[in-house]
């Protein structure tokens, strides 16, 4: 017998369709296997490998280097602590379906051995201050 899709399973499934967005990518014969091969080798799906690719091409391009991915497990939202051309750091992370990068403090202003919590205390402030108004 086959396995039976319940209500909830179909719930959640449109619960996360809904809550992403869809890009699709083509390209050259040949490709997509040495691509899938890379990802499966570095312990993620094709869709998340994809996703990284975009974002460090995305950071290079504006100048900023990917420091530390951090989670907020009180507010169960992730983000990126980036340095910037400008040696200032920023905190890129996304609420209800929209990016923001904001611009922290200078890299000189924060010891080394505080970036860990440095990264995750500023995603927590700033998501407070975006979403819950400063509270």
Do not use: C
Not at 113 to 125: G, H, K, R, T, V
């Amino acid at each position: 017998m086959g396995a039976i899709y319940t209500k909830a399973q179909k719930e959640a499934t449109r619960r996360y369709v809904n809550s992403t967005d869809q890009i699709r990518v083509r390209t050259d014969k040949g490709n997509l296997d040495y691509i899938k091969g890379h990802a499966k080798a570095m312990g993620e799906t094709m869709g998340e490998f994809v996703n990284r690719a975009i974002m460090e091409a995305i950071y290079r391009d504006r100048g900023e280097i990917l420091i530390e991915t951090v989670h907020s497990d009180e507010y169960d939202i992730s983000g990126r602590l980036l340095l910037s051309e400008d040696d200032h750091y920023e905190i890129d992370f996304i609420i209800e379906g929209v990016r923001r990068i904001k611009k922290l403090d200078e890299q000189k202003d924060v010891p080394s051995s505080f970036i860990s919590d440095y990264a995750w205390m500023s995603l927590e402030n700033e998501y407070e201050n975006e979403l819950l108004g400063g509270e």
